[in-house]
């Protein structure tokens, strides 16, 4: 039946593509895209643990007050059936003072780079932990958005009727993070239910000014992640754990950023308080003893961009702190401290009139010390068409976010062509 149901879901995405197509042609619509061949090869034994092939369309239509936006996508990865979807479908209404968004569209928040404090308004895809492009990582969602403006302020309110989690590895990917469970041990997922109370909803207040901009932030939403709430044990002399019940949570979050610039230099600041959000609290070793409990969780980032002998810099300083920390917080079965502390880094240098472009980004978590460094070389054979090669090493203790894939270090190589 899952197989039937994955046949009819393709048959409909293709169909919906190939209508979007026929009305480009019936109508003024504008289509580009891209086409993208990507592969990687591990450094531990030389395995190929990426060979992706992804066409990407988006389709913009434009009336004389409105806007129409389809970005359909195809994709297939090794051992994976090719995967057809549609990333965002939404129709732009066009006011005097005013913008309306609605349909399923990707929100991007905040001032961070390569990390996700505000902007958490779209769920993530992690099914290839962070590596994947900073604009595919996040998922659309049914939404409605609405913008209103005046003067320097813009105020944004977004209201998300159906909840949509975030895109977790599975079970055989390498990047799935081990649960220390039997295997084939029953996971029960228990996600919201279609209903008006089980809305997510944000709201934001921009200011763009000569000297310095800034937003004000807050919501109230779900956990985009799951945690375990109960681990169900055998009663036996011997316990095992017989299943696990994994949940999604409430909490509100308010926040902000702001960025100003001091000659060539900009300096970026961001915040944001979880207040009341869940998580798994306990053992996950046998015997299994796991609750969940309520936190406040702050994350804050401080960061510079600025240029030298021809290089555009960057360096941030993510803090994240809970309040009554307790032992045995965990977070996507990983341990979370008190304090926690990541730092990242980025250099990047265009050369031969702009063709070639060499570029290093960085994590590094300072407890437990460990590190992603990615560097990259691309280069632009002609107008749309880039060759990229480059490596994503992970390093250090493997208790960390990074350092606990330390086996997965790559090189890769991608070619990727717009149109």
Known sequence: MRRIAMKKHRILVLTMILACSASAFAMDVDIRGMLRSYTGLAFSDAAITANEQTVDLTLEGWGDQTRLVVNPYAYIGIGNEPEMGIREAYVDFFLDNADIRVGKQAVMWGQAEGAFITDIVSPRDMRSFILADFREIRKGIPAVKADYFTGPFTF???????FVPSSMPAEDSIWQRAIPFPSGTPISF???SLHFENSEVFGKIRYFGPRISWEVMGGYAWTDEPFVTRVNINPDSDPTIESIDVNYGRYT???GSFSTSVGTTVIRGEAAAYLNKP??????TSPASVTSKEFHQVQ?????????FGMDMSAQYILAYIHNHEQGIMEQFRAVPEFGHTVTFRVQKTLLDDRLTAKVFSYLEIDPMNALVRPSLSW????????????ELFFG???GMF???HDNSMVYASLRWYF
């Open 156 to 162: 944004e309110g977004i209201w998300i009727p159906q």
């Open 190 to 192: 228990t996600e919201p």
């Open 253 to 255: 979050v308010l926040g």
């Open 279 to 284: 998580f798994t609290v306990g053992e996950l």
């Open 300 to 308: 804050s980032l401080i960061g510079i961009d600025w240029s030298l």
């Open 380 to 391: 632009n054979i002609e107008d749309g068409v880039i060759l990229e090669g480059g490596a």
């Open 397 to 399: 203790d493997e208790d």
């Open 403 to 405: 350092g606990y894939y």
